[in-house]
């Protein structure tokens, strides 16, 4: 396996946004507000590529000054972030040291992917990685999967990919590169070692 590629959130770092109004408006009114807001659905664009300032005035029509809220979640982004997933950091120097290449591939804002490393340091340790949100596609589009293989001249049966979600990884393998559905660094490791990595 020459090189082995990462979903970022949930995967290298925790993502809750409930945590940027969750001291303010406890918990059923943080629920209120993401179901207000739409807030996924919202998220998503963001992470398509849409920018926040350019979608603002439809959003405000729609919820009023609840779009301040929204502000607040673009503003205070690090709050959104819980830390490093257990073991990941390890993983990923272990594969630097063992010689792997080792990129990201993320469904992320352009506006606030810069909040990344400093909440999980490995993300800086990367190569590289692709952020949905500047490229203007997200997981699970195929298209993004022949960005990432084109851009980093990446020879699909010796990649490796893992994502926590179960329709990212099916795209992943649909594009030819080896992916496992992620649910904890050591399964990771142990998928890795089965296609012959030394971690």
């Known amino acids: 396996m020459e090189t082995v590629v990462f979903d970022l959130g949930q995967v290298i770092v925790g993502w809750d946004p409930r945590r940027v109004w969750i001291d303010e408006l406890g918990e059923q009114g943080t629920q209120d507000l993401l179901d207000e807001l739409d807030f996924f659905v919202l998220n998503r664009r963001l992470d398509a590529g849409e920018r926040w300032a350019d979608i603002r005035p439809e959003v405000a029509a729609r919820v009023g000054d609840r779009v301040r809220q929204m502000d607040s979640y673009v503003d205070r982004f690090d709050a959104a972030l819980t830390g490093p997933i257990p073991g990941m950091a390890e993983l990923v120097q272990d594969l630097l040291t063992a010689g792997v290449r080792v990129l990201g591939l993320t469904n992320w804002s352009a506006e606030t992917f810069h909040h990344g490393v400093a909440a999980a340091p490995a993300i800086g340790q990367m190569e590289d990685v692709l952020v949905s949100g500047e490229v203007g596609l997200v997981k699970p589009d195929p298209a993004i999967y022949q960005l990432l293989i084109e851009r980093f001249g990446l020879t699909p049966g010796q990649t490796a990919f893992t994502d926590d979600s179960p329709a990212n990884v099916?795209?992943?393998?649909?594009?030819?590169?080896?992916?496992?559905?992620?649910?904890?660094?050591?399964?990771?490791?142990?998928?890795?070692?089965?296609?012959?990595?030394?971690?």
Request: proline share 0%.
């Open 170 to 199: 099916t795209a992943a393998r649909a594009a030819g590169i080896r992916a496992e559905v992620f649910s904890s660094a050591e399964q990771w490791r142990m998928a890795l070692r089965g296609w012959g990595v030394a971690v």
